[in-house]
């Protein structure tokens, strides 16, 4: 049982607004880049489906608007259907974050019937070899355009996510001509953030900055033509934090508005946490209500009175929290430091280690370690 922490006394507790279920880490794919964590091949029993409509029940009470769906790959749950309509039947704004495998005609229209407001597909890359080899499957790129197809035909909003990285951001003009020969509305081009698998794999994945410019350049000329033409597309473009002197304010704040349960039903303030040396609650011992307000792991790093130097006289820590926990322990060994990307923490020289590592990069795209079974197994057991 995980033990009760206070949260610090000035900054009052917000509400579970955004609920990610991590319904499976079972996925068809094999992206190299997966924010799932190493050792997800060995996580316990996923909850069932009455234990997601607790969860989701609980949450709603508790003041959560939203809910992602996603994994692993959500798709392969044979109760999504079930959970989407029960979600809806909460009242929630529902999210389904998607590869686009499993998906077909058929399910599209049982999840708009089930009441899903928006799905997100992703794409490896705009070309099909490239897209196929990243995801470790032949089929993957035509699936993904006629689902991508399908999706829009029954009256959503397309929205398409690309993650970037050395691989494929030269090629960032070709991915919006996709995009637009698709009529997207809303396209993420969402450089690598390095957590699980990407950050296994940061030394092969991320992009110079060169590369990164460029990108941004291209991207900025096509929202010029764009609204010259009147499109309504719309293309948003993510920085890897890697080449920003300041850290984002990751989750809003830790247990600020984000609330992730993953397959096995453990509880975290973000999708990163898992790794960190803290015992997270799990659902299936606790309520939500004890979890967000009384645990220990949702009360760890909320507020500012756990904060070291440089982060506790800094005049921004209203703005970006210190960072990434997450990335401070994965980097520096303990997640209360200052996230290396300010340029203020005396551990910012990894960050730049990391840019000058890039510049000589050379690593494949078949050097990447996928993310699958048997690589989970293998990490986990060294
Ligand atoms: Fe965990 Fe940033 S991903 S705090």
Not at 37 to 66: C, H, I, N, Y
Not at 116 to 140: C, M, P, R, T, Y
Not at 208 to 230: C, F, P, W
Request: charged share 25%; hydrophobic share 35%; glycine share 8%.
């Amino acid at each position: 049982m995980a033990s009760t922490g206070s949260p610090s006394p000035e900054v009052p507790v917000g509400l579970p607004l955004w609920l990610l279920a991590e319904l499976t880490y079972r996925c068809p794919l094999q992206c190299p880049y997966c924010s799932n964590p190493l050792d997800f091949a060995r996580q316990g029993e996923e909850l069932s489906t009455a234990q997601w409509f607790k969860v989701m029940a609980e949450a709603r009470e508790m003041g959560a608007a939203q809910i992602g769906f996603s994994g692993g790959e959500p798709l392969v749950r044979q109760d999504l259907t079930e959970l989407i309509g029960e979600a809806r039947r909460l009242g929630y704004y529902t999210n389904l974050i998607t590869s686009g495998i499993g998906l077909t005609e058929q399910k599209i229209a049982a999840f708009k019937q089930a009441g899903l407001d928006h799905i997100q597909i992703s794409f490896q890359a705009s070309d099909e070899q490239v897209n196929n080899l990243l995801a470790g499957s032949k089929k993957a790129f035509a699936q993904k355009l006629e689902m991508a197809r399908a999706v829009k035909a029954h009256g959503y909003p397309m929205v398409l996510n690309f993650v970037t990285h050395r691989h494929n951001i030269d090629r960032t003009d070709r991915i919006i001509e996709l995009c637009l020969a698709l009529e997207a509305d809303f396209v993420e081009l969402a450089t690598c953030q390095f957590y699980g698998w990407a950050q296994l794999n940061r030394a092969g994945l991320l992009p110079t900055r060169e590369q990164l410019q460029r990108a941004e350049r291209v991207t900025n000329d096509y929202r010029e033509r764009l609204k010259a033409e009147g499109n309504p597309c719309k293309l948003i473009f993510v920085t890897p934090d890697y080449y920003e002197e300041r850290p984002k304010a990751c989750m809003n704040g830790w247990g600020s508005i984000f609330l992730t349960v993953t397959p096995d039903g453990t509880a975290l303030p973000c999708h990163g946490a898992r790794q960190l040396p803290i015992a997270f609650p799990n659902v299936r011992e606790h309520s939500l209500q004890h979890i967000w307000y009384d645990s220990f792991g949702f009360n760890r790093f909320r507020g500012f009175a756990w904060m070291p130097e440089p982060c506790r006289s800094c005049d921004e820590k209203e703005k970006d929290f210190g960072g990434c926990r997450c990335q401070a322990f994965m980097l520096t060994g303990d997640a209360s430091n200052a996230d290396p990307v300010c340029s203020k923490s005396d551990r910012h020289g990894v960050i730049l280690a990391a840019r000058a590592e890039a510049e000589h990069a050379t690593q494949s795209i078949t050097d990447l370690a996928f993310r699958n079974e048997r690589n989970s197994h293998l990490i986990a057991k060294s």
